[in-house]
């Protein structure tokens, strides 16, 4: 069974970091891209960053270019998405997913499996 599980979001003030895991079950990291995304309620889900990591390709959304890292270790079969100088407009659900199909970054999913989500709060 696919299964993606997110932790690490919290309540951090402006300019604080935090660090995003996904720890990835059911099927290996090393052979699609994983993605990072986020919601506010009410609006719209949106791409963050996303990993390739059989060729180490990353590609950042404009929004958190310079700030948010992504990574991964495939021997724990987890993505991580370090979270640097953080602002209140990154308030959000942040999810990451995959897809078992062939993909590049950052080509859409079209049928994706989510986590649950992780909550982050940015206060000001």
């Known amino acids: 069974e696919v299964q993606l599980v997110e932790s690490g979001g919290g309540l951090v003030q402006a300019g604080g970091s935090l660090r995003l895991s996904c720890a990835a079950s059911g099927f290996s990291i090393d052979d699609y891209v994983i993605g990072w995304f986020r919601q506010a309620p009410g609006k719209e889900r949106e791409g963050v960053s996303c990993?390739?990591?059989?060729?180490?390709?990353?590609y950042y959304e404009d929004p958190v270019k310079g700030r948010f890292t992504i990574s991964s270790d495939n021997a724990k079969n987890t993505v991580y998405l370090q979270m640097n100088n953080l602002k209140p407009e990154d308030t959000r659900v942040y999810h990451c997913?995959?897809?078992?199909?062939?993909?590049?970054?950052?080509?859409?999913?079209?049928?994706?499996?989510w986590g649950r989500g992780t909550q982050v709060t940015v206060s000001s």
């Open positions: 990993i390739s990591s059989s060729d180490s390709s990353t």
């Open positions: 997913a995959t897809e078992l199909e062939p993909r590049d970054c950052p080509e859409p999913f079209v049928q994706p499996y």
